[in-house]
């Protein structure tokens, strides 16, 4: 038994230490991504999305992992036999732009919000070309999906995207997995603001079938109010340290 654990944790170690690409069916023609990306000097896991439309592929976010990022795109076109037409960053940290100049070369577009680009350019990561000024509505090969702007949270900038006929709603790092213990990356957060734009959200987008937080598990659709007691938790901790 012994010997048992002691494989079974030197291959978890060797497998960690690889670039590691997941790809996760959601639910009709969606599927979550994941790779790895170092935080506090252990790797940490992202979500993306990518949906399958009549005319081609709409990405939401890069791979964190930027050498992740071809292999995606390959998977996809030998999975789906389509091309990616596009890509949104939630907001303007790497874990959702790092490979947003490989998808350029490769002739997708690239998009983000006027604010996201503002906030990347000054942090100085990389930028999406194509820039929305407001909430915006797309309608792509038969898939319509929205971006919405809840206020800030995680960043300035973070914004969530809601498809109304799956009722899926990407959340990003707005949104906090039921499997997070804490706050996470908080460099640029606006905690006290957070709750309302959560709040915003819950009230914008009913019964959501699926919630897709940018890290960790994707299991529960109330990750929305689970969200909410974490950051009324990390208030509390925060008061108490003034
Ligand atoms: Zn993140």
Same mark, same amino acid.
């Given at each position: ?6 494989? $079974? ?24 991504? =994941? ?15 990518? $949906? ?16 992740? =990022? ?29 490979? $947003? ?59 969530? $995207? ?81």
């Amino acid at each position: 038994m012994k010997w048992l654990l002691f494989i $079974v944790f030197s291959m978890g170690v060797c497998y960690s230490q690889q670039a590691r690409l997941e790809i996760y069916p959601l639910t009709m023609g969606f599927y979550v991504f =994941t790779t790895y990306g170092e935080f506090k000097d252990q790797l940490f896991p992202a979500n993306g999305m990518y $949906v399958v439309t009549n005319n081609g592929v709409v990405m939401i976010d890069t791979p964190w992992d930027t050498s992740q =990022t071809r292999p995606l795109l390959d998977s996809i076109e030998k999975k789906h036999q389509l091309p990616v037409l596009m890509c949104i960053s939630t907001h303007f940290h790497d874990d959702r732009t790092a490979g $947003v100049n490989i998808l350029r070369q490769k002739g997708i577009k690239t998009f983000c919000s006027m604010l996201t680009f503002e906030n990347g350019k000054k942090a100085g990561e990389k930028l999406p070309e194509f820039l929305f000024y407001s909430d915006t509505t797309f309608q792509i090969g038969g898939i319509k999906f929205q971006t919405f702007y809840p206020g800030k949270g995680h960043t300035s900038d973070n914004i969530v $995207v809601w498809f109304p006929d799956a009722r899926v709603l990407y959340g990003g790092c707005f949104i906090k997995s039921r499997d997070a213990k804490g706050m996470g990356n908080l460099a640029d957060a606006d905690i006290n603001e957070w709750p309302h734009s959560i709040k915003k959200t819950i009230r914008k987008f009913k019964s959501p079938q699926y919630v897709i937080p940018g890290h960790e598990g994707w299991y529960d659709k109330k990750a929305l109010q689970h969200t909410l007691r974490l950051i009324k938790a990390e208030i509390k901790i925060l008061k108490k340290k003034d």
